[in-house]
């Protein structure tokens, strides 16, 4: 007998219109849509949203897996635009600029210049993140995100089979208690930084992104770009700063150890 992480279709409907499916673990599914329409920049403040409901399985077998958003007068995106474009991976030529312009174009703000990060208490949160990984302990399959506070106190963990679905759940918990934007907080993901997972963190407004693995090239070049301090390779004692090291205390603006 073994456990497996389960793994279903969700679909996001704004006024009975599909927009968007992925496939994710159910369970916090409000959270992932806020958090995917909120990163995704089709919503900017909790009161746009009238409703957020989920199906229930006596409607339509699949009806369970669809989150259906009612958006308050005037503020519903235009439908006929939210077609979304998917880049290829980081070999083809032309998809990383692309990618990189499309964020930029949303003149999004760089994070909290003015957050300090103390190495000693960051290289204690992948300990932390692992004892909450409930589900991860019993299947091994899945990705995790969690929300820090500056003084590394737990404020949130969540767990999908795809990591972009767990930052989305953390953040949209964020979005739906109003704590967004997230100017003093630290996330950090069990996997490795890819250039979706930097985006969403800007777009939070997360200062700090740290990943226990490591970070892509195009994640780096964002993070730089828009000011994100990204860590990688969390793991022990020891990580690497790829970016936003001014943010380390100890390390000056140069990036060297003072």
Same mark, same amino acid.
């Given at each position: 007998m073994d456990y497996l992480a389960a793994e279903e279709p969700l679909e996001i409907r704004v006024n009975d219109i599909p927009l968007s499916v992925t496939m994710r673990t159910p369970g916090h599914d409000l959270e992932l849509a806020a958090g995917f329409l909120f990163t995704?920049?089709?919503?900017?403040? *909790?009161?746009?949203?009238?409703? %957020?409901?989920? =199906?229930? #399985?006596a409607e339509t077998p699949t009806s369970a897996n669809v989150v259906q958003v009612s958006f308050a007068d005037g503020c519903a995106p235009d439908m006929s635009k939210m077609q979304r474009?998917? +880049? @290829?991976? $980081?070999?083809?030529?032309?998809? !990383?600029?692309?990618?990189?312009?499309?964020?930029?174009?949303?003149?999004?703000?760089?994070?909290?210049?003015?957050?300090?990060?103390?190495?000693?208490? /960051?290289? %204690? /949160?992948?300990?932390?993140?692992?004892? $909450?990984?409930?589900?991860?302990?019993?299947? !091994?399959?899945?990705? #995790? #995100?969690?929300? +820090?506070?500056?003084?590394?106190k737990l404020l949130v963990t969540r767990e999908d089979i795809g990591r972009h679905n767990a930052v989305d759940k953390v953040v949209g918990w964020? +979005?739906?208690?109003?704590?967004?934007?997230? $100017?003093?907080?630290?996330? /950090?993901? $069990? =996997?490795r930084g890819g250039f979706e997972i930097v985006q969403k963190a800007i777009v939070a !407004?997360?200062?700090?992104? #740290?990943?226990?693995?490591?970070?892509?090239?195009?994640?780096?070049?964002?993070?730089?770009?828009? =000011?994100?301090?990204?860590?990688? +390779?969390?793991?022990?004692? *020891?990580?690497? @700063?790829?970016? !936003?090291?001014a943010r380390i205390q100890g390390v000056d603006k140069a990036g060297t150890s003072a």
């Amino acid at each position: 007998m073994d456990y497996l992480a389960a793994e279903e279709p969700l679909e996001i409907r704004v006024n009975d219109i599909p927009l968007s499916v992925t496939m994710r673990t159910p369970g916090h599914d409000l959270e992932l849509a806020a958090g995917f329409l909120f990163t995704e920049g089709l919503v900017q403040q *909790r009161e746009e949203l009238t409703s %957020l409901e989920i =199906g229930t #399985a006596a409607e339509t077998p699949t009806s369970a897996n669809v989150v259906q958003v009612s958006f308050a007068d005037g503020c519903a995106p235009d439908m006929s635009k939210m077609q979304r474009h998917f +880049f @290829a991976a $980081s070999s083809c030529g032309i998809c !990383g600029k692309a990618s990189i312009d499309s964020v930029r174009s949303r003149t999004l703000q760089p994070p909290n210049p003015h957050f300090r990060l103390d190495p000693e208490m /960051l290289v %204690l /949160l992948p300990d932390v993140l692992r004892d $909450s990984q409930a589900v991860f302990g019993r299947t !091994g399959g899945l990705h #995790a #995100a969690a929300l +820090f506070d500056a003084d590394g106190k737990l404020l949130v963990t969540r767990e999908d089979i795809g990591r972009h679905n767990a930052v989305d759940k953390v953040v949209g918990w964020a +979005f739906l208690e109003n704590r967004t934007p997230l $100017s003093n907080e630290i996330l /950090l993901v $069990s =996997g490795r930084g890819g250039f979706e997972i930097v985006q969403k963190a800007i777009v939070a !407004g997360i200062p700090v992104l #740290a990943c226990v693995s490591a970070p892509s090239s195009l994640a780096v070049q964002l993070a730089r770009e828009l =000011g994100l301090t990204l860590i990688g +390779f969390l793991r022990g004692k *020891r990580f690497v @700063a790829y970016a !936003g090291e001014a943010r380390i205390q100890g390390v000056d603006k140069a990036g060297t150890s003072a």
